[in-house]
């Protein structure tokens, strides 16, 4: 199905570079020999192609489109082999230059971003929220064989820890959304991340916004979740 998409909506959008396009990324994929990159985002919950690149023999790229506001969006290497496993970085893409060098071997987890405070700042994020995921995996597994031994006292316990784990995950991320509420980071974590959060809780991360983050994108989707 995400082959189809892709082979589909390249169709529709080669040819759509020009000269109105105001956010270009560039870079370096090391060891790429032959691949295609596309530049994608979500419209209308689907991911369409906005540029694409096929490179052979250079790991050189360059993407472009015209963007009205600063947004998530990602760069899918299709290695034409058949696996598309950790094959799409995730950024913050903004108006003006961006640069993403990474390596082939490990594209989406060792690539390096500038040109896009709000990317160093989801980086940032993400490199806190990885180890809590890391210790919710080891908190399952220890669950998973206490329900093998039947162990009832370790089945609670464990239950107990996992708990405190989301609480403190949803925490970190409101702090996170209201330390840097002058980003679009900011509600864009809060609506992507904890939009079942208390309400007072989220009102208040959208009382710290300024008026041209609540006049973005997620602002305003987040009034919206704040208005009911």
Known sequence: MKKALIIMSTVLMVGCNSSKDNMSVFGNVDGLMKGTLFLQAQKDSILVNLDSMYLKGDGNFKLSTYINEPDIFYLYLDKQDGDSLNDIITFFGNKGDIQINTR??????????????????????????????????????????????????????VNSELEDLIRKKYLYTLNFSITNSDNEISPYLTVSQIPDANIDLLRKVYDTLPERIKDSKYGKILKEITSD
């Not at 809590?132 to 995996?137: E, K, R, V």
Request: hydrophobic share 30%; glycine share 2%.
């Open 104 to 157: 082939l071997s490990t594209f989406d987890s060792s690539f390096e971003i500038s040109g896009s405070e709000n990317s160093d700042l989801l980086n940032e994020y993400n490199s806190i929220i990885r180890k809590y995921n890391l210790q919710n995996l080891d908190l399952l597994e220890i669950f998973y064989n206490a329900q093998i031994e039947n162990n009832q006292k370790r089945i609670d316990s």
